[in-house]
């Protein structure tokens, strides 16, 4: 089992303990011993303790609660058994190349471990649920930072993506560079409470109506709406950035798209009030060029096919390896 879920579970024994259900009416089957070999990878045991914890570590990290369904149970001890033998194979493969200032990188990691805790005790307390002593938590760090020494050097060796395979990716999907059409506007908010009367919404028109033929007659439109303005956007003159279609209410979005940059709105009213709108500049419906979205395909090239390596070169080891489960054990 990784540190990382490790890491997770020690995480959450951090937290205050959860009340557990209630006892199940038949009695459960003995649990086979801690010590019981579950597996071997090229003679190396991996015991019941060891895929309970990486079991429990799983469901830690992603949130889970433990399955009560024996099938959902069994079906959950396998996939932490094959990540463990992943990790196996990966270990002892790694482990024949040296990584440069190993200690120091462990030591790092344990101290982000001990971050996660107010207090020392309260990291001890969580080494003892856990089943886990200090040194054996380093250990795993240990392997952790091997396995991914090992990852980043069989990652790096892989060919260079090229612009010619870059440009071929965003040809292929043109779809995904697509970028809609957006405004960039500012407004002046006039709110009006839910439950306001009609005398008080009679008044925030008047008032909006009033802002709107200073505004004509020339008035600087951020300092009004700092001055006037009931919306977080005020401090900034009512600028509210750049925004696409969907993304604010109907009739404020009709208002200021149809606007052209430097003009503005009649007033405008919708469930939080009366709005005057100014749009100070529009972005044509366009797909992205290819020399802004480059660099970003490159990374994402060069990740894929990194993956794509790591997991041929898993493939490999797992062939090469011997795997024995304990049932195939003599």
Same mark, same amino acid.
């Given at each position: 089992? +990784?540190? &990382?879920?490790?890491?997770?579970?020690?995480?959450?024994?951090?937290?205050?303990?959860?009340?557990?259900?209630?006892?199940?009416?038949?009695?459960?089957?003995?649990?086979?011993?801690?010590?019981? #070999?579950?597996? +071997?990878?090229?003679?190396?045991?991996? +015991?019941?303790? $060891?895929?309970?914890?990486?079991?429990?570590?799983?469901?830690?990290?992603?949130?889970?609660?433990? =399955?009560?369904?024996?099938?959902?149970?069994?079906?959950?001890?396998?996939?932490?058994?094959?990540?463990?033998?992943?990790?196996?194979?990966?270990?002892?493969?790694?482990?024949?190349?040296? #990584?440069?200032?190993?200690?120091?990188? /462990?030591?790092?990691?344990?101290?982000? /471990?001990?971050?996660?805790?107010?207090?020392?005790?309260?990291?001890?307390?969580?080494?003892?649920?856990?089943?886990?002593? $200090?040194? *054996?938590?380093?250990?795993?760090?240990?392997?952790?930072?091997?396995?991914?020494?090992?990852?980043?050097?069989?990652?790096?060796?892989?060919?260079?993506?090229?612009?010619?395979?870059?440009?071929?990716?965003?040809?292929?999907?043109?779809?995904?560079?697509?970028?809609?059409?957006?405004?960039?506007?500012?407004?002046?908010?006039?709110? /009006?409470?839910?439950?306001?009367?009609?005398?008080?919404?009679?008044?925030?028109?008047?008032?909006?109506?009033?802002?709107?033929?200073?505004?004509?007659?020339?008035?600087?439109?951020?300092?009004?709406?700092?001055?006037?303005?009931?919306?977080?956007?005020?401090?900034?003159?009512?600028?509210?950035? $750049?925004?696409?279609?969907?993304?604010?209410?109907?009739?404020?979005?009709?208002?200021?798209?149809?606007?052209? =940059?430097?003009?503005?709105?009649?007033? @405008? *009213?919708?469930?939080?009030?009366?709005?005057?709108?100014?749009?100070?500049?529009? +972005?044509? &419906?366009?797909? @992205? =060029?290819? &020399?802004? #979205?480059?660099?970003?395909? @490159?990374?994402?090239?060069?990740?894929?096919?990194?993956?794509?390596?790591?997991?041929?070169?898993?493939?490999?080891?797992?062939?090469?390896?011997?795997?024995? =489960?304990?049932?195939? *054990?003599?």
């Amino acid at each position: 089992m +990784t540190a &990382a879920l490790y890491g997770a579970e020690m995480a959450a024994a951090a937290d205050a303990a959860a009340p557990q259900g209630a006892p199940a009416a038949a009695a459960a089957p003995a649990p086979a011993q801690p010590t019981a #070999v579950v597996v +071997t990878v090229n003679g190396v045991a991996i +015991t019941r303790a $060891e895929l309970d914890r990486a079991t429990q570590a799983f469901l830690a990290q992603n949130r889970m609660p433990a =399955p009560t369904d024996p099938a959902q149970k069994k079906k959950m001890e396998e996939a932490a058994q094959e990540q463990m033998v992943t990790e196996e194979v990966l270990y002892q493969a790694a482990k024949k190349e040296e #990584v440069p200032d190993l200690d120091k990188q /462990v030591a790092a990691k344990f101290d982000e /471990v001990k971050a996660q805790f107010p207090n020392p005790e309260d990291l001890a307390k969580a080494l003892t649920k856990n089943g886990i002593t $200090e040194q *054996e938590l380093k250990d795993l760090l240990q392997r952790d930072v091997v396995i991914g020494a090992y990852i980043a050097k069989q990652s790096a060796a892989e060919p260079a993506v090229t612009t010619e395979q870059a440009k071929a990716f965003y040809d292929e999907n043109l779809d995904k560079f697509k970028k809609p059409e957006s405004v960039r506007a500012s407004h002046i908010l006039i709110k /009006v409470a839910p439950k306001a009367t009609d005398e008080e919404k009679q008044a925030a028109k008047k008032k909006a109506d009033d802002l709107l033929a200073k505004l004509k007659g020339g008035a600087d439109f951020a300092e009004v709406a700092k001055q006037e303005s009931a919306d977080s956007s005020a401090k900034q003159g009512g600028d509210l950035g $750049e925004f696409g279609r969907g993304q604010m209410v109907k009739p404020f979005e009709d208002a200021a798209f149809g606007l052209k =940059p430097g003009d503005l709105s009649e007033v @405008v *009213e919708s469930q939080f009030g009366y709005h005057i709108i100014k749009t100070t500049g529009k +972005t044509e &419906a366009q797909t @992205v =060029p290819f &020399a802004e #979205v480059q660099a970003k395909i @490159v990374q994402y090239l060069t990740e894929t096919q990194g993956q794509k390596r790591m997991a041929a070169k898993i493939a490999e080891l797992k062939k090469a390896a011997t795997i024995v =489960p304990a049932a195939q *054990e003599k």
